[in-house]
Structures are given as structure tokens and as C-alpha cells.
């Protein structure tokens, strides 16, 4: 859906400064990208599933609870019960979409799950949250040519990222046409504009008193909570407490840093967790746990996943990168005089040739964070084209220990978004005189 975005952006604002024309005949056929789209995660459901078989796996489909901690019960769609027994069990259940209270919420809006459900792009599209889901979504929304409207809780979104991230995005999506409501505290109501009709449009009333009228779909992505104990709607669930399995408040099954939980032989991981809740998190935490388990090499023993320096993206428009701490919690962690910050402004190469003014040209962000004498890289934030396929690289280089002056000493590619990664600050100093020798020496200056 992001990639169909993408397209839609290129047609509509970008396509025409490249010498190209005819953009407004593209129209979008939203089922016929639906039915690719399902189709292709079909695809891969089947590979799983192969995989799994040719593997001597054996699924078992059904609403599973314990029993006791070796123990498990599955309830199959047609009501069917039976017992299963092993020595170890791991507990990956993941998470779910949270409907926060509020008359009507729960009732009228869909969730991110919903959003794939949709048979038509909506006209009128109201997006509440302000994490990874919500500015995807809306994101994607708005691209696609929905009139869409971000609802936030407080001033904007990702607030949790550095602030040059989270202030950037929020002046990207303002420009892209999408509507914030800020300082809302969320929704308080949800009702049908046409009463009896709950197909039609809604109207959502704010904590705030604000009312945003005739939405075609309100779509809640306002967090999410863990497939845990009576958490889970309509079902038993899991009950923890047959097997003696903890939480902790918030639902989260507590584990140690091998993926242990109190109980011996039972074993939680992913998003039920609740730590660094990403896929690509939860499979590592999982081939550590198996290797330790069964491989009976003398290393995986001790074998672990860690949470440190995980590089992320959020699939927005523009996109995110980031990797490690942000320069608010670097300087609570080492003290503002053992910090070096670089950043950079400037825009992407792809807009070069677009007859506008500089300053309506989109924007890539970039911060380099840096402690102590010898400059250690402990943050790297990126908002830009480009900056979910260069993030990987440069995680695998903060994993290595990397300092500024390994970044300084790296051949940057050129001509990339990504060399300024590896030549920022410098050009500040002795590469900015060498470059006036040069142009001195062919006559420019």
C-alpha cells in the first residue's frame, strides 16, 4: 500500500517536472490493487505453511488455553476440544489493536486490520493515534487521494522520536494536505451521521469539543495491547493462571533476557512481551530461543537476541529511519558536554532538477549522535526518500561500535542520499577548503 502511495505521489507532483505529462489520466482501480495485494500475502501464507510441513511441523488451528504448565487446550472452529502435552511451550500470541472507551469507538471505527478489509478508498478518511500505524496509514490514505484527518492526543505525532524527526514529519504531512487535530486527549464519541445507516457517514465528537463531520471511515490506531489473560474479546483466553505464568500490569508476560518466564519449562517472546515490538524482533528473539533450546552447540547456550541498537522505519511519506537513542535521552545518559550532534538539512538529488524554489522542495533530515572523546555513534535519525533502504547499513555499523571518524573515513557513494551520513561535519572543515582549491584551480571562483 505504501508502494501504490509512492506511485500516486510521483503521478500527481512529480512526474510532470521530469518531462513527463498525462498524469491526471492515471486513475486508481482500488480493488483491482486489493485483489494483487491479498493475493500476494495469500501467496506467502502458503509458503509458511509449506515451509512448516516440509519442516515436520504440525499445525494445529483453534483457541488454545492452558490447561496446566505442560498442558494446552485448542477449541477448533467447529467446537472441537483436545488436550496437547509437551515438555517446553513457547507463548508467541503477539498483539491486537486497542479500541480505547468512548461511546460508539468500538462500534463504528475499524482498526489496521479493518484498513485491509476496505473495499473502496474512502473519500473522507479520520486516522486517530500518533505512533507507526496512524502516520502510515494516514499516509498512505492521503497519497492514495483520501481527505484525511490525523487525530493526536497531544501536539503531534511520534513524540517518542527525536524531536527533529517528529517535527520534521509533522511539517511534511501538513504540507501533503493532511488535516491534524492536536490537543485533542483522543475521541470521545463516534456516532452515524444518518442514524440507522452504519455504513454511512460518522461524525466523531474530540475530548477536546471539536467535531469532525461526514467520515467515510474512522480508523483507530491508538495503540495496541498484548494477546494476553482476559485481554483477548469474546474467548477464554489464554489463562495464564492454570500454568502460574506472571504479568505485569499492563498484561505483559514478564521474561528474563533469555525468554524465560517464572514458569521452567514455558517461554514467551514477541510482542506479548512488549519489548522492541517488531517482527523482525520477535523472529530474532525466536532463532536465539531455539538455538539455545535444541542446536547443542556450546556457544548457543547462552545464546540471547539483544534489544540494543535495533534500526527501525516507519513507512511514511516521507519515510523514517533510526537507529539507537535520541539526543534527549543521549544527553540524560551522558551529560550534554559529552555530546557532539551533527545534522544536516538539505534536499533529496531526485528533486534537483525541479523548477521550484529551494524552500518548497521536500526536505531530508538528518542527526548524527555522537558521545564521548572518541565520538561514539549512539543515534542516527533520518526522515527522507530513501532512508528506509539506507538505515540497515548503518545499523550493522552502530552494532560494530562505529565512531564518527569510521563514518568520516567510509568512501561515501555518490551521488546518494546516504553519503551525508558519512561526510557530515566534515564539510564544515578540510573538504570545504579543498573543494574552493579545486574550483579556484578550473576557474570557477
Partial sequence: MWSAATIADILKHDMQHYGFSGGEECKLDFAKLKTAR?????RLNTIYENGFKNAGVTGVYGECSFVDKHTVQVVSDTGDKKEYT????????????????????????ISSDGFFELE?????????????????LAGVLNSLGSEVHLVVRKKQALRDFDTMISDGLDVEMTKAGINIHRHTNGVAKVSL?????????????????????????????????????????????????????????RKYIIVDEYQNTNVDNIYALGDVCGTVELTPMAIAAGRRLADRMFSGREDDKVAKVSYDLVPTVVFS???????????TKAVEKYGEENLKVYTSKFS?????????????????????????????????????????????GFGVAMKMGATKADLDSCVAIHPTASEELVTMGVWGTRKVRFCVVLLCVYGVL
Fill in 317 to 327: 511519506h516521507p519515510t523514517i529511519g533510526t537507529c539507537g537513542i535520541t539526543e
Fill in 38 to 42: 491479498d493475493n500476494y500475502v495469500k
Fill in 193 to 249: 451521521a444518518d442514524v440507522g445507516n452504519p455504513k454511512g457517514k460518522k461524525n466523531i465528537t474530540l475530548h477536546s469539543g471539536d467535531v469532525i463531520y461526514g467520515a467515510d471511515v474512522v480508523l483507530m490506531a491508538a495503540g495496541r495491547v498484548p494477546n494476553s489473560a482476559e485481554f483477548i474479546p469474546n474467548t477464554t483466553g489464554l489463562q495464564l493462571e492454570q500454568c502460574g505464568v506472571e504479568i505485569n500490569p
Fill in 120 to 136: 473502496e478508498l474512502p473519500k473522507v478518511a479520520v486516522v486517530v493515534g500518533a505512533g507507526y500505524i496512524a502516520v502510515e
Fill in 86 to 109: 509437551a515438555e517446553k511451550i513457547v507463548i508467541a500470541t503477539g498483539g491486537r489493536p486497542l479500541f480505547p472507551p468512548g461511546e460508539g469507538v468500538e462500534e463504528y471505527c
Fill in 348 to 392: 533529496n538529488l531526485f528533486y534537483g532538477v525541479f523548477d521550484v524554489k529551494p524552500e518548497e522542495k521536500p526536505k531530508t533530515l538528518m542527526k548524527v549522535i555522537c558521545a564521548g572523546v572518541e565520538e561514539k555513534v549512539v543515534g542516527i535519525h533520518v526522515l527522507g526518500m530513501g532512508a528506509d533502504e539506507m538505515m540497515q
